[in-house]
Each structure stands twice: as C-alpha cells, then as structure tokens.
C-alpha cells in the first residue's frame, strides 16, 4: 500500500521559532509537494519538487523554503514562524506529470504559531 | 491561471439517496482530474482519477464524468451512506504543470 507520512500531527509553536515539517513518501515518485490548507481558501500551493535537489516555487511561497536532500524525503522550513503561518499542511508526492499521475497525500500536520 | 470551482459548497442527503457533486475548471488544457475524499482533519483520500483522453471512471458505488471541452465534471455517489460524509474535493493537474489545482470542496452530510 502507498504510503505518504509526515512527521508530526499536530504542532505548536511559538512565534519566531524555525519549524522543520518533515515529509516522506515509500513510492520512488519523482514529484513532491507541499500545500496548505486555510478554510475558505482551499489548498494552496508553497513548493514543489521535481527532482533531488530541484524546487519550485508555488502560489504562497513567502515565508517558507524547502529541501530535498533524498528522493523520499521533502522538508518544509518555516524560517521565523508567524501567527499568519497557523494551517494545515498538506504534502504530496506523484510520479511523472500528465496522465495517470495520481497525487497521494499524507495525514496533514496541524500547525498553530503562538 | 487554472480556477477550479465546486458548487455546492455544503450539501445534505438522507441515506440511500443518490447525489451528484459538481466541480468546473477555466482551462480545459489539462492532463487529467482527481476528485480526493477529506475527512475532518485529516488529509486527503485519492477517489478517483481521470485522464483527459477519458470521460468516466467509476469505483464501487462511485461515478466521475469528464467533458473536458466544456470544463466540467460530475461525481456520482449512488445509494448514500452516512459513512460518505465528508468533504469532497477536485482537482486538476494543469496545463503546463506539475501540481494540482483545487476547488475548494462540498462538504456532503448524508442523514441516518
């Protein structure tokens, strides 16, 4: 069964803090993503990432940087937590684009910034 | 840039109804939809996923349609059951990129 976790749950932090959320998916995907998710405004894009090394940035990159050291592994770094920063974060992984390129997602990490 | 909309946002079913949940996007130049199932606070659950060389896929007691040339696609959910409550979202992936663009769902109450 495919599998996409995440490294925390739920998570508080407090303002000012540098967050790591750690992502890792058993699926040899190429593509990587992560997202948030605000009610009201639906899931947004932060960054992708197409390959080892690579990063794109997404709709609300502001904030927030990446890295993907290994195939499996996809970080998301919040570099000083904000109280605007509080979200779902959601993060993805797929194969090559286009066509059957079903994206899985993982539980979600719950994020409040105090 | 792609938009996609789901209407209607929320919607409530007595059990055993069937129900029809709509989902639009701007620009038909995509590479395939993905309708995800999402339950409160949790992340999301692929349903079904259709390439744009295809009109329907079906699993089980689900149906999602495609008429890419107008922008559109339906999920059909025959003889609801409380356990499809829940928030139902698409998404399509395109044109021109690797990510997905959201609506942002219809969140179905199906009533005992």
């Known amino acids: 069964d495919v599998k996409v976790t995440q490294s925390s749950r739920y998570l508080v932090k407090r303002t000012g803090e540098k967050v790591f959320l750690e992502c890792v998916q058993d699926m040899d995907h190429e593509n990587m993503f992560w997202y948030r998710q605000d009610p009201g405004l639906g899931l947004r894009l932060i960054y992708f990432s197409y390959d080892v090394k690579m990063k794109e940035k997404g709709d609300i990159p502001e904030g927030y940087s990446v890295s993907r050291e290994k195939k499996e592994r996809f970080s998301l770094i919040l570099e000083s937590a904000s109280t605007n920063q509080t979200s779902m974060y959601l993060c993805a992984s797929s194969s090559l684009a286009g066509g059957d390129n079903e994206q899985f997602f993982g539980p979600g990490t719950r994020l409040t910034v105090l | 840039k792609q938009e996609v909309t789901q209407i209607p946002a929320a919607l409530s079913v007595p059990e055993g109804e069937n129900l029809v949940l709509n989902c639009s996007f701007t620009d038909s130049a995509i590479y395939n939809l993905q309708w995800f199932r999402q339950d409160p606070g949790k992340g999301l659950t692929s349903l079904l996923l259709?390439?744009?060389?295809?009109r329907e896929q079906t699993s089980g007691r689900l149906n999602a349609s495609l008429d890419k040339s107008s922008g559109r696609s339906t999920l059909y959910i025959a003889a609801s059951q409380p356990g499809d409550s829940a928030t139902y979202l698409c998404?399509?992936?395109?044109?021109?990129?690797?990510?997905?663009?959201f609506g942002t769902g219809t969140r179905l109450t199906v009533i005992p």
């Open positions: 259709i390439q744009s060389s295809q």
């Open positions: 998404a399509v992936e395109g044109p021109g990129a690797n990510n997905l663009f």
